[in-house]
């Protein structure tokens, strides 16, 4: 039976994610745990300057005497833009920044991430992939028809990340993240566990090419299991913030002379492409409805605001959204007529092929569902 169309009537939300849940009110479950969750643990001021300062004090001191004092990913998005200008300029911290290049870098991305290293004067390190083993890794992704495409590219960096925090003995990785304005992202919309080496293995052994894959960061059983142990673990201090998108993108704009890229994740083609095309054409997924109701549960936006900006259509003509499309199959090495069939394939959940599995969240689990029950 076909669920009647309904919208949150505080955020954006709707009923295009089928595992929504409305309340009496109207108010739809995503919101209503994102604010909740926002006035209990980051609505102090007192508390969360505290919290950030202790960051700050304890990376400063694991960094004592060294070269750098953190590891800092480098997208050239705003969020990791931002927390790199405020980790230098605002904390005067020595971090080391990482970028993982698949190919599908933007100019403005690259110009940003030139002028951020530049002007505030710390080392960058880029991570090159091999092309052809990224694309034919992608178009197993597509051919699966799995949803979370980004798996790739977030599994990279985040694998590479952690190999050179091992290899320099960095023992924090300082992320962009920030659940005041990330608070909302529905399960079925991606895939959680983006560290699970053996779930792309799977899939690229059933849909891939003959190709081996020698240089994409992979993870072992035993490094998935232990992979924040001693280095790379994850610090999130721009969650303690007062964190205005639209103000730091003014601040960078003056002060890196930042370029905007006019939607979130928009500095890489790919995951423009992703989220304009794919995710909405093939799995009725619109990311921009989880970002700005996010915003709307941390009162940087109104719900009317919100409602405007859905009524932009994700391209500004059909000609951009042809030479896109023709781009993608491009550079894929891919015809349009195997790319149309691609789209219409029924979704598969990556949960149907091999998995890493650690015994310590199978047995939260478990305890987490005996208690509910």
Not at 321 to 333: G, L, P
Not at 334 to 358: A, G, N, V, W, Y
Request: glycine fraction near 4%; include cysteine; charged fraction near 30%.
């Amino acid at each position: 039976m076909t669920r009647k169309y309904q919208v949150c009537k505080r955020c954006v939300m709707d009923t295009c994610n089928p595992e929504i849940q409305f309340d009496e009110n109207g108010f739809c479950n995503h919101c209503n745990y994102a604010i909740k969750k926002i006035k209990e643990n980051y609505s102090d001021e007192a508390t969360n300057n505290a919290k950030l300062n202790e960051i700050i004090k304890t990376v400063k001191k694991e960094g004592k005497n060294k070269e750098y004092d953190c590891l800092i990913g480098l997208s050239g998005g705003i969020d990791s833009s931002y927390l790199a200008y405020i980790l230098v300029k605002e904390f005067g911290l020595k971090p080391l920044a990482v970028h993982l290049d698949n190919g599908w870098n933007s100019e403005k991305a690259v110009a940003n991430i030139h002028n951020i290293v530049t002007k505030l004067n710390i080392d960058l390190i880029t991570h090159v992939i091999n092309w052809e083993e990224f694309r034919d890794l992608q178009i197993a992704f597509l051919k699966a028809s799995v949803v979370d495409l980004e798996m790739l590219s977030d599994h990279a960096i985040v694998v590479a990340i952690n190999k050179i925090a091992k290899k320099r003995k960095i023992k924090y990785f300082l992320i962009g993240a920030n659940f005041q304005t990330e608070s909302i992202m529905p399960p079925k919309w991606f895939f959680s566990d983006k560290k699970n080496s053996k779930n792309i293995v799977d899939i690229f052994n059933k849909f891939g090419s003959d190709r081996k894959l020698k240089t994409f960061p992979l993870l072992n059983y035993y490094e998935y299991l232990t992979f924040h142990n001693n280095y790379g673990q994850y610090l999130s201090p721009l969650t303690y913030m007062k964190y205005d998108k639209e103000e730091a993108k003014e601040i960078l704009q003056k002060e890196i002379g930042w370029q905007n890229y006019g939607a979130k994740h928009h500095e890489s083609f790919i995951t423009k492409f992703y989220q304009t095309y794919i995710l909405p054409k093939k799995f009725n997924i619109d990311k921009r409805k989880a970002h700005l109701s996010s915003l709307i549960s941390a009162d940087q936006i109104t719900r009317d605001q919100a409602l405007t900006e859905l009524e932009k259509p994700l391209f500004s003509s059909e000609l951009e959204e042809k030479e896109a499309v023709e781009y993608f199959c491009k550079k894929m090495e891919m015809s349009l007529e195997e790319f149309e069939q691609i789209m219409k394939q029924p979704r598969r959940e990556h949960t149907e092929f091999k998995m890493f599995i650690d015994p310590k969240k199978t047995l939260r689990k478990i305890i987490y569902d005996r208690k509910k029950n």
